[in-house]
């Protein structure tokens, strides 16, 4: 499965922490993860503390892409 979340901070109000917003954003959706169904295709909104849209998460597939085969060094040249 491929899981990508993205969260657009850069409009957090002057009077607020961005890093305070950002964590308060990732503890109450992870707080919520058990209520959604992660299958391909999956996704919704991302809401700040003033229940504006900062962002979405969205499952893009139901397998990761395979990992890169490590590199093999050839036999030295004489």
Do not use: C, K
């Amino acid at each position: 499965m491929r899981f990508l979340l993205e969260v657009d901070i850069d409009d957090t109000p002057p009077d607020a922490d961005p890093a305070r917003e950002l964590g308060r954003i990732l503890r109450y959706w992870a707080g919520n993860l058990r209520h959604y169904d992660l299958g391909g295709g999956a996704g919704s909104a991302v809401h700040d503390s003033a229940y504006r849209e900062v962002g979405r998460w969205t499952v893009t597939g139901t397998q990761a892409p395979p990992a890169p085969a490590p590199h093999t060094p050839g036999p030295e040249a004489p």
